[in-house]
């Protein structure tokens, strides 16, 4: 399976196209940057694809995260996703960014208990918990920043995102210390495409995921509509 990932619903704007049968990422480029998404996206989604020498109606699938993250870089990910989709007649997914931070260490230590957490600003953050062996142990959900640490109580947890020092520096001093900290200012695209891979169209919707609603309300969804396999 051939999958141009993107991600553009945080710090980076990040693409990359998976071969899956080598299990190899052919070619990936991601730029830090908080803002201008929307002029950059493109322009690196084509760079990528000319380094794949991969033709869009060539990819079995696109992969995009959807949120968490800011309302504005998620929804030009979104639309750049679904647009290509469209055009080149191919099912889109859409993974969560908290996943997509927790995902590269499931299994690693299984013992510790991963906690996504994303700046909500307000000192209030985005946040999952899941078990060393990916099962949930908290759904996600914006919350304040004390609510988040009561995830002390699951153990001595990874912390993971781009809110992970946030959680480290306010840690409960009678709980064990967190086991790593991984401060990362977005996810790793190459696990944004592994995702893509493993989740389905119809229960992985390239719709956004709004844990709280937008200060400013878009209209109800005008991204384009990609094609999806038939039933």
């Given at each position: ?157 990874h912390l993971v ?33 592994w995702l893509g ?35």
């Open positions: 399976m051939l999958i141009l990932a993107i991600d553009t619903a945080l710090d980076a704007c990040a693409a990359a196209v998976l071969d899956t049968d080598t299990t190899k990422i052919i070619a990936q480029e991601s730029q830090p940057m908080k803002r201008g998404h929307a002029e950059a996206l493109m322009p690196l989604i084509a760079r990528v694809m000319k380094a794949s020498t991969i033709a869009f109606t060539s990819l079995d699938r696109v992969a995009v995260t959807k949120g968490p993250g800011s309302f504005t870089g998620l929804r030009v990910g979104l639309s750049a996703a679904r647009g290509i989709a469209l055009a080149a007649g191919k099912p889109v997914v859409g993974l969560t960014t908290l996943t997509a931070y927790a995902a590269p260490f499931v299994g690693e230590n299984s013992e510790h208990p991963i906690i996504s957490a994303i700046d909500a600003r307000h000192d209030h953050v985005y946040f999952q918990v899941v078990s060393g062996d990916g099962g949930s142990l908290v759904k996600p959900k914006v919350a304040p920043i004390s609510e988040a640490l009561d995830a002390s109580r699951f153990g001595t947890p995102g781009n809110a992970a020092k946030i959680l480290a520096d306010r840690w409960p001093s009678d709980a064990p210390p967190p086991f790593r900290v991984d401060a990362q200012p977005a996810p790793d695209i190459t696990w944004v495409a891979a493993a989740v389905s169209p119809e229960m992985s919707p390239a719709s956004p995921y709004y844990l709280r609603a937008p200060d400013a309300k878009p209209p109800k969804d005008p991204l384009p509509q990609a094609s999806q396999p038939a039933s």
